[in-house]
């Protein structure tokens, strides 16, 4: 029989790799990815808890499967991910319809969840976390399949319980993964064909802090830069107070480190920082941007940003305005502050406007959509070495790869080029991406723009 399965993915990195391992889990046990839910026997959402109203949001989705399930009653309709862990098993009031919860620890049991739903229509749920020992042995690892860029996962969870986030509650506290299994399968990628590896977890500059023994995340990304075959190493997503200034020179001694860092300072006020629990002041972070900045004179650095946080005033808002011009960040990921279930934050009296927040958070994006505007058009003219990752969603027999910046570069080429670091004539910048020319390459290093 042929089984047919359509997911739809939320969220950050450790979605997507969550996701892939469902995809691979669900192929186990007969079923095939299909595009569109409409013929799909199964359909799951893998859901992210961190935006505003999430929860509705998911709820509000799910809707548009109803009428599926009414003309096809025998269909299987679940959600994962942090909404579900979130949730549990108060989803099925809401959402009658509803067949299936799985939490962020409990993805190894959906093959048996579905099965058990194929022979006997009860619903099922499993979101109970899980100990050290047995998330060790269950971290995701997939090295089949044509990819030139991959991530790989280094560690999950979060000890830091930031104020306002409810990552900690919904993904568990940290855990590393030994950096023998992270450093053979980065091997087996690059023997697979892969030449650029994400390292990625909710804090990796953590990472093996709390396994007696391990190495530290900066001895990691040394062991796997001599990966022979392996071309680039990014890794996300980086807490300031456990950037470390070992960590900080890899960008200057490892050639295959991209420069850029995702590096959220999330506000520019200490006592902002301070309610958020952030653990670093102002002057803390920029210390490290500048040794940042020193190391690396060609490093971008992105960021993200919470304007309206509980008891924000205008001065608190305008410190953070000014590390924005200050730092120059390439482009920053900015939230209206919202109200997470179980966190710390929510306790916090806020008697300012909504009207007001609105009005700082329109000046924000307008400070740093010129400063993003700046940066990314400085590279026009310039010569830019690029990985190429595959065929453009623009068509016309485009290419697309990435830059050491993590910019989308898409230009016209043969797709021989695909999996090799090319020269491209940067000719044109727009908000997400730019636009190039290949060209001859060059003799010695070719050269970079910088933002600053």
């Known amino acids: 029989m042929d089984k047919r399965f359509y997911l739809e993915t939320f969220g950050c990195q450790m979605n997507v790799v969550d996701s892939e391992r469902i995809v691979d889990l669900l192929h186990q046990i007969g079923y095939r990815q299909i595009d569109k839910p409409d013929a799909a026997d199964l359909i799951l959402l893998n859901t992210c808890s961190v935006r505003d109203k999430a929860e509705r949001k998911v709820r509000g989705h799910l809707g548009r499967f109803k009428p599926i399930k009414d003309k096809r009653p025998e269909l299987i309709i679940g959600v994962g991910g942090c909404v579900a862990q979130q949730e549990?098993?108060?989803?099925?009031?809401?959402?009658?319809?509803?067949?299936?919860?799985?939490?962020?620890h409990n993805i190894h049991k959906l093959p048996e969840l579905v099965l058990d739903l194929e022979k006997q229509r009860v619903k099922r749920h499993a979101?109970?976390?899980?100990?050290?020992?047995?998330?060790?042995?269950?971290?995701?690892?997939?090295?089949?399949?044509?990819?030139?860029?991959?991530?790989?996962?280094?560690?999950?969870?979060?000890?830091?319980?930031?104020?306002?986030?409810?990552?900690?509650?919904?993904?568990?506290?940290?855990?590393?993964?030994?950096?023998?299994?992270?450093?053979?399968?980065?091997?087996?990628?690059?023997?697979?064909?892969?030449?650029?590896?994400?390292?990625?977890?909710?804090?990796?500059?953590?990472?093996?802090?709390?396994?007696?023994?391990?190495?530290?995340?900066?001895?990691?990304?040394?062991q796997i830069h001599q990966v022979e075959g392996l071309e680039r190493i990014r890794f996300t997503t980086s807490h300031p107070k456990d950037l470390s200034n070992e960590l900080i020179d890899c960008f200057g001694e490892l050639p295959k480190l991209c420069k850029s860092l995702q590096l959220p300072v999330q506000s520019g006020s200490d006592r902002i920082l301070h309610l958020m629990n952030r653990g670093y002041s102002q002057q803390q972070y920029l210390q490290k941007v500048e040794r940042l900045k020193s190391v690396c004179p060609d490093i971008r650095l992105t960021t993200d940003l919470i304007v309206g946080f509980p008891g924000e005033t205008e001065n608190d808002f305008l410190q953070t305005l000014a590390v924005v011009e200050q730092v120059k960040f390439a482009d920053a990921y900015t939230f209206l502050y919202s109200p997470r279930p179980g966190t710390a934050a929510t306790e916090l009296e806020d008697e300012t406007p909504a009207e007001l927040k609105q009005e700082w958070f329109d000046r924000l994006l307008e400070v740093q959509g010129r400063i993003s505007l700046d940066c990314w058009k400085a590279d026009i003219g310039q010569i830019v070495p690029i990985l190429v990752e595959g065929e453009s969603r623009r068509g016309d027999g485009q290419l697309f790869g990435r830059s050491t910046w993590n910019r989308i570069v898409n230009f016209a080429g043969p797709k021989s080029l695909i999996g090799r670091i090319v020269p491209i004539r940067i000719t044109g910048s727009f908000k997400n991406s730019q636009v190039g020319e290949l060209v001859e390459a060059p003799t010695g290093d070719l050269p970079q723009a910088s933002c600053q």
């Open 88 to 104: 549990g098993e108060a989803f099925f009031e809401s959402v009658p319809y509803l067949d299936l919860i799985f939490g962020t």
């Open 127 to 222: 979101v109970e976390f899980l100990d050290r020992e047995t998330r060790l042995q269950l971290f995701p690892k997939r090295v089949e399949g044509e990819s030139v860029a991959r991530y790989v996962t280094v560690m999950q969870g979060c000890d830091n319980f930031c104020s306002y986030c409810v990552v900690p509650h919904v993904r568990g506290r940290e855990v590393s993964r030994p950096s023998s299994d992270i450093v053979l399968e980065v091997t087996e990628l690059v023997t697979a064909g892969v030449r650029e590896v994400t390292l990625i977890g909710q804090n990796v500059n953590s990472y093996g802090t709390k396994e007696a023994g391990e190495i530290s995340f900066a001895d990691l990304l040394r």
